[in-house]
């Protein structure tokens, strides 16, 4: 994507990144992981402690990546994979509005994924400097 209105419009993507990242704070520091181990679980991971912290991490973590701009197609690809099984596996048979959070993430990870931070993120300054 080449500058301008582009950028910006990124900028406003990115920001989705803190949405999910308040996910992920409120599971690894006010959640119950054990609990949300449970979740994980029933629907077929094993060491469902592993992959809840994983996908808690993922959308800590993940979000303030894309948010700010670092590394941010790898984020974004983390965090998609989890909005994916959020969407379609955790949620798979709750109505649209359930769902609906979990699928916004995803396509906007997912969209993040293929064009990147864009030239307002740390990513686009280093790429500059370099």
Do not use: N
Request: with cysteine; charged share 15%; hydrophobic share 55%.
């Amino acid at each position: 994507m080449a500058g301008g209105a582009s950028d910006v419009g990124l900028v406003f993507l990115r920001l989705a990144g803190l949405g999910l990242a308040s996910h992920g704070y409120e599971k690894v520091f006010h959640g119950d992981m054990s609990s949300f181990a449970d979740h994980v679980g029933k629907i077929g991971f094993p060491v469902p402690i592993v992959f809840a912290w994983a996908a808690a991490l993922s959308e800590l973590v993940g979000g303030t990546l894309v948010a700010i701009g670092l590394y941010a197609r790898f984020a974004a690809a983390f965090a998609a994979t989890t909005m994916f099984v959020a969407a379609f596996l955790q949620h798979a048979t709750d109505d649209f509005k359930t769902r609906e959070p979990a699928l916004l993430y995803l396509v906007i990870m997912l969209a993040l994924a293929c064009t990147g931070a864009g030239k307002w993120s740390v990513d686009g300054v280093a790429r500059k400097s370099a």
